[in-house]
């Protein structure tokens, strides 16, 4: 008998915790603020230029390709710092 009610305890605890994050409205889903997304986007081009450059060191891309993917990456650098908030 206390096998039965631990039993359904346990359920009773795995089901509430796997179904709580589905009625949850935390702020996990807002958006971020602009400063945030922008700052994100900067980090993720310039690791994409330091892969680029090992990529290109290693031969693992051609020198053509390397110039152009490395121009588009810091041109949306530029682009973002100029419309950056002051």
């Known amino acids: 008998m ?3 009610i631990a039993g359904l305890l346990l359920a009773a605890v795995v089901v509430t915790l796997v179904v709580k994050p589905l009625f949850d409205n935390s702020a996990d889903f807002l958006p971020e603020d602009p ?4 700052s994100d986007r900067r980090e993720r081009l310039l690791q994409l230029i ?3 450059e ?3 060191s290693t031969g693992k891309i051609s020198e053509s390709d390397y110039k152009l ?3 588009r990456a ?3 650098i530029a682009a973002g710092l100029k ?3 002051k």
């Open 74 to 76: 810091a041109g949306e």
């Open 69 to 71: 993917l490395k121009l």
């Open 2 to 4: 206390i096998t039965i």
């Open 54 to 56: 090992l990529d290109f």
């Open 83 to 85: 419309s950056a908030p």
């Open 50 to 52: 330091k892969d680029l």
């Open 35 to 38: 400063e945030t997304e922008q």
